[in-house]
């Protein structure tokens, strides 16, 4: 079945630093893909998503980038801000009638001042 | 636009207990799913609807039930709650197929003694 893997965490960074998430899918067709975060004792919060090759999501200075060619979907962010401080979750679309969200396992980044 | 509402926030069990955990949307969404969170382990997908009387299993369906008698509401059951099922429980919408995003509500965080 299709699935999503996620580099482990935590990942601790300076403020200001380059971030870098890696997200890679395995999947028949090309799903939609989506980043996710999560805030310390909060739901789930759409933050970006692509839904055709080469399509590049953005949203509050992240990006992503839908690579086909290495079922690739690695969040970035030019510098990060201690509020960035969160469990960042990728995930696909099925493209089946179920229409079901399938997660990695998330990485949790912490910013440190 | 209370989006997803989830109830309650917090529960705790005794082990052998069944209960209900309520979700409810207000967006005339199609979609809605339940999943659950544990540490290292993602969200993984219990049961999902595509439709008022239409549901389905997920990932990790032992243990509970759902029915979907109104498009709003997507109750889930504990038929019979085990310290197993101590988790922290997301319900989530979705109003379009395939590339659009799902909507997440607040969690239930559930403890089962």
């Known amino acids: 079945g299709n699935s999503v893997t996620q580099m482990e965490g935590p990942v601790t960074l300076s403020e200001e630093a380059f971030l870098t998430i890696n997200c890679t899918y395995t999947?028949?067709?090309?799903?939609?893909l989506f980043w996710y975060v999560q805030y310390p004792g909060e739901g789930l919060q759409l933050l970006l998503k692509?839904?055709?090759?080469?399509d590049k999501g953005s949203n509050k200075g992240f990006e992503a980038t839908y690579r086909k060619e290495t079922t690739s979907f690695h969040l970035e962010k030019g510098s990060v801000q201690v509020s960035d401080s969160a469990v960042y979750f990728c995930?696909?679309?099925?493209?089946?009638?179920?229409?079901?969200?399938?997660f990695g396992s998330g990485t949790r980044l912490l910013v440190r001042p | 636009n209370a989006g997803v509402t989830q109830t309650p926030k917090f529960q705790v069990l005794k082990t052998g207990q069944s209960m209900t955990l309520q979700c409810a949307q207000d967006?005339?969404?199609?979609?809605m799913s339940w999943y659950r969170q544990d540490p290292g382990m993602g969200l993984r997908l219990i049961h999902y609807?595509?439709?008022?009387?239409?549901?389905d299993q997920g990932e990790v369906p032992n243990g509970y039930n759902v029915s979907r008698s109104t498009t709003e509401d997507f109750p889930l059951r504990l038929l019979s709650a085990a310290p197993s099922q101590t988790s922290v429980y997301f319900c989530?919408?979705?109003?379009?197929?395939?590339?659009?995003?799902?909507?997440f509500g607040s969690g239930t965080r559930l403890t089962v003694v």
């Open positions: 995930a696909l679309r099925e493209m089946d009638s179920s229409y079901k969200l399938i």
């Open positions: 967006m005339n969404h199609e979609y």
């Open positions: 692509a839904t055709k090759a080469d």
């Open positions: 989530a919408s979705s109003g379009t197929a395939g590339s659009g995003g799902y909507t």
């Open positions: 999947a028949t067709g090309y799903p939609s």
């Open positions: 609807s595509v439709g008022a009387g239409i549901t």
